[in-house]
Nanobody
Framework: QVQLNESGGGLVQTGGSLRLSCAVS????????MGWFRQAPGKERDFVAA????????DYEDSVKGRFTVSRDNAKNIIYLQMNSLKAEDTAVYYC???????????WGQGTQVTVSS
């Protein structure tokens, strides 16, 4: 059973930065594509960023391109989401996810709240 645990969320002012971490236990993440998603109040969960197994390929939702950076440290079994120039519309619960022997994200963390105040 793969377990994902996000951390690093919090309250930040507009224009500030946060770095989210997602620690994965029970299995090495080096085999799995990983991603970040977010869910704002009253909205569906949306894709934010993805990173390939080796970290050489990344993908971002348009509104975060140039502001967010996804990375991974396979030796530490952690993925990161560096968020800069935060905006109020980035306020959401952020989830990390893994594709474990699947072409879909089938393992999820419990989420971490990010609140950006204007």
């Amino acid at each position: 059973q793969v377990q994902l645990n996000e951390s690093g969320g919090g309250l930040v002012q507009t224009g500030g930065s946060l770095r989210l971490s997602c620690a994965v236990s029970e299995r090495p993440i080096s085999y799995y594509p990983m991603g970040w998603f977010r869910q704002a109040p009253g909205k569906e969960r949306d894709f934010v960023a993805a990173i390939s197994v080796g970290g050489g390929t990344t993908d971002y939702e348009d509104s975060v391109k140039g502001r967010f950076t996804v990375s991974r440290d396979n030796a530490k079994n952690i993925i990161y989401l560096q968020m800069n120039s935060l905006k109020a519309e980035d306020t959401a619960v952020y989830y990390c996810a893994a594709k474990v022997s699947s072409d879909k994200y089938n393992y999820w963390g419990q989420g971490t709240q990010v609140t950006v105040s204007s």
